[in-house]
């Protein structure tokens, strides 16, 4: 939801999406800024008729986050200037508006994201008498760490917070399968989070008809006995197939659920699960397909792995599309896969019958989009599956980056391609339209430089082009950059005025490789009349494309979709961003000294330097 409101100087734009509410603000006679040392913002609850006060102190920005919002509820936000300095200041102009909160209950699109910051202020502030001290093995290394465990908090009060409505959407949407007029199809990657599978086993036991394709991945390894290594007559090695651990947990997990009807004990062991081991990487999709009397009719999925670390640590989405046609899309697509199918050979002729094409083949003969004809035209919802022939998917995301007019919003848990770094390496096209432009670049970790220099070490030895990453568009004026971050509380000297009253965070324990970062989306153009945005499993990367199972959906036009997105892509992006400032502060790098709050109306300088990241900011969301 997007609302507008001005007095003629002090302009009020509000977007809403299911929890939070982006305050942008505007002044438009720059002499009134002489002396502003900053705003106040209240809103009102229509529910409780409660004023609630958004800082204590004034806010020094012109774009501010509400993240204590409710689904569905109307409130109203009252900005007003505040005139003189910190100590002594007055009020001035005020204006405000209402506006409404979306409901993910409601329409095509249902979404949710996890809290997604358990290394968070408010988190330390309700659970750390709950942190301790764990030994942790992270990539091959030991090491202890300070935790708050969720486990540890009496009544789920800690899960109910990190889930914030993701956990209950899941279960809600699986246990929708009850009785034998309905059926799920799921393909999942990660399975190991016990109410989850329980929900499955309820639905089993209710007579609905569940069938679950789950990542299976095995190995040969060679059979050792008595810590030796068996042999055949030949002398051959004797080999076995192993699943890997993935694997090796899902089945764990699988096997501690009970089934109450001894007569779905069969069902449950030997015709829910179905395993997909002919992959040639991951089985990585996270989706589930809800029929009603033979119909297709609902669709789940996003970038939550069904894990406790997918749920409730790591940031993520779950996506739920209403929609009949998009639901018998990915039957489609799920009915080739349960059969295992392997990709095509290179260069193989594609059989006339379905059945015997390649996975890779059989999704770009069902494909709706032409890759070739460029971007979408129409707003609709499409989809994009992997495994695929080619990579060249990753060169049409990138085509439509490169086409962005106003701002970019990009999520990567695993660093980013590089056909995608080369779009981020482009100035952006401000100076040829003159209009505001923003990249915003949401990573889970910094990319480490030794291996960009040996990547481009390698290429300059090989007479190719050097490879285009980080390091050449992390300083792109247009770009804006975050990491998952952590305020340790520690470091506090050189920022004391900052983080004098902050409390240290700690994280949940729940994520034993991705700590921080688990989404992947871009938005493209979100605060425009036609937005796009890109949402899935896939990580915008090679493997992802040609190698995994895989699904994305490719949304353009809707608004309501792209609110949802970008206000909750802010929150995130903002929390780290902050985390990322203090870091550099401490450690005397380069930075941003407006990070720490101005005695006098110099704060607004940036904001009013068209060449200033703030500037293009504060114009964009106005």
Known sequence: ???????????????????????????????????????????????????????????????????????AQLYTYTVRMLHGTLS???????????????????????????????????????????????LVDKFGRESWREFIKPDNVPNDEAFVWLSRGLEEALLKFIRQAKGPRYKIRASLYELTYAPVLQAFADCVESGADVKIV?????????????????????????????????????????????????????????????????????????????????????LWTGSTNFTAGGIFGQSNVGHIVSDESI??????????????????????????????????????????????????HDASTNVIFSPRSTTDVLQ????????????????????????????????????ETGEPFLRHILLESHPSKKKSDTAKEKAKDNDEPLPIDFFDFKNVPANSIAFGDIFNGRDKTDCASITATMLQESLSGLNSFVDYIHTKYVLIDPLSSDPTVITGSANFSGASTDKNDENMLVIRGDLRVADIYLTEFMRIFNHFHSRNQIREINSNSNYDDSFHCGIDASWTTPYYNPKHHKCQERLLFM
């Open 1 to 71: 939801m997007r609302e507008r409101s001005t007095d003629g100087n002090l302009s009020l734009h509000c977007i809403s999406g299911t929890h939070v509410t982006l305050v942008a603000i505007n002044i438009q006679d720059e002499s009134s800024l002489s002396d502003l040392i900053g705003f106040s913002i209240d809103r009102l609850d229509h529910a409780s008729q409660q004023v609630f006060p958004l800082s204590s102190r004034p806010i020094q920005k012109f774009l501010w986050g509400d993240y204590t919002c409710q689904p």
């Open 88 to 134: 002594n200041f007055t009020p001035g102009n005020d204006v405000s508006l209402e506006i409404m909160m979306e409901d993910p209950r409601e329409g095509k699109h249902g979404i949710y994201f996890n809290r997604g910051v358990a290394a968070s202020q408010k988190y330390s502030e309700r659970f750390s008498q709950y942190r301790q001290h764990y």
């Open 214 to 298: 789950h990542h299976y991945k095995e190995t040969a390894k060679a059979v050792v006995k008595r810590d030796k290594i068996v042999t055949d007559e030949d002398g051959k090695i004797v080999k076995e197939m192993v699943p890997d651990s993935t694997a090796k947990a899902a089945t764990a997990a699988i096997r501690r659920i009970g089934i109450k009807d001894a007569k779905y004990t069969n069902a449950w062991q030997n015709h829910v699960f179905i395993k997909r081991k002919n992959t040639a990487a991951i089985s990585h999709n996270k989706f589930i397909i809800l029929l009603e009397d033979e119909k297709p009719v609902q």
């Open 327 to 376: 639901a018998a899309t990915y039957l489609t697509y799920w009915e080739k896969l349960c059969t295992d199918p392997k990709k095509a050979r290179k260069n193989s002729q594609i059989p006339s019958d379905p059945t015997q094409m390649g996975i890779d083949q059989f999704i770009e003969e069902q494909e709706i989009i032409n890759f070739d004809d460029g971007p979408i």
């Open 396 to 431: 049409w995301y990138a085509d439509r980056i490169g086409e962005a007019r106003s701002s970019i919003h990009f999520t990567a848990a695993f660093g980013v391609c590089e056909k995608i770094s080369e779009e981020f390496n482009n100035p952006g096209p401000s100076e």
